[in-house]
């Protein structure tokens, strides 16, 4: 089997790719911005949502070529979140086939360190790990309850992410643990420097879970690099913020080679 892929819209292709525990559904306030601009591939990242039997692992390097295998060739790539470790995974070993980068709320490393100060503790993926297989819809909601706080609509935030999170069945706590995995573990700021292509780094001001600051960070490290930054907006701003995110999206593609 193959990953779950759907095409909406007209005009240049973009992928969209989702973030931990969720589905490509989650960008439906997005599409209703975009499709009269963008052709809109749509897919579920491995072991998430319709790609929940896919059969593919949930690596970046496994779900970079599954997601190749499937859009289009220079499309412009989109990751919200954990998607944005697999469009940045692509980007850096199949630039041929990403004509823009696009990360939203997310970065090449969401741990801090020592030489990276401004990401997560890596003991929030860690205790969101262990408690999934003690209380998994509780941990599922913490965990979104994570995400919508900073938004200026956090309330309208927090009710669409639990409106989405079980719409396509539910997600198996083992893929989630390797997603959570990922995001503690991966680091591709190595990877930056040497990106062929622009670069949009797309930030929420509110971003608990993401700092606008790492995010600013890396763009510094990518070449052709720009910083967006939604003053109002959490770690979904594509949800409450959709016309402005829009906004920023037509412009970084218009001025991307084609």
Do not use: K, N
Not at 189 to 198: D, E, T, Y
């Amino acid at each position: 089997m193959s990953l779950f892929h759907a095409v909406r819209g007209q005009g240049q292709p973009l992928v969209l790719l989702h973030g931990w525990a969720m589905h490509a559904g989650i960008f439906a306030p997005l599409l209703d911005a975009l499709a009269a601009d963008f052709e809109l591939h749509l897919v579920d990242l491995p072991g998430h949502g319709r790609s929940a039997d896919a059969g593919v692992a949930l690596t970046l390097e496994d779900a970079a070529d599954a997601v190749a295998a499937r859009v289009p060739a220079r499309a412009l790539w989109l990751g919200w979140s954990l998607g944005g470790l697999v469009a940045l995974q692509a980007a850096a070993t199949q630039p041929e086939r990403v004509r823009g980068l696009v990360m939203l709320a997310a970065s090449p490393r969401f741990v801090h360190g020592d030489d990276w100060p401004a990401g997560m503790d890596p003991s929030v993926f860690r205790g969101f790990g262990s408690e999934l297989g003690r209380d998994y819809r509780g941990t599922l909601d913490r965990f979104l309850m994570l995400e919508a706080q900073g938004s200026d609509h956090v309330r309208d935030e927090l009710r669409l992410l639990r409106a989405e999170v079980f719409a396509h069945g539910e997600p198996g706590a083992g893929v989630l643990c390797e997603g959570l995995r990922l995001l503690e573990e991966s680091d591709l700021r190595a990877a930056l420097p040497g990106l062929a292509m622009p670069s949009l780094w797309l930030a929420g001001r509110r971003d608990r879970l993401v700092s606008p600051a790492a995010m600013q960070a890396a763009a510094a490290l990518a070449p052709g690099a720009r910083f967006h930054q939604v003053p109002h907006g959490g770690h979904a701003p594509f949800l409450t913020h959709a016309d402005e995110v829009a906004g920023a999206l037509r412009d970084f593609a218009r001025d991307c080679p084609p």
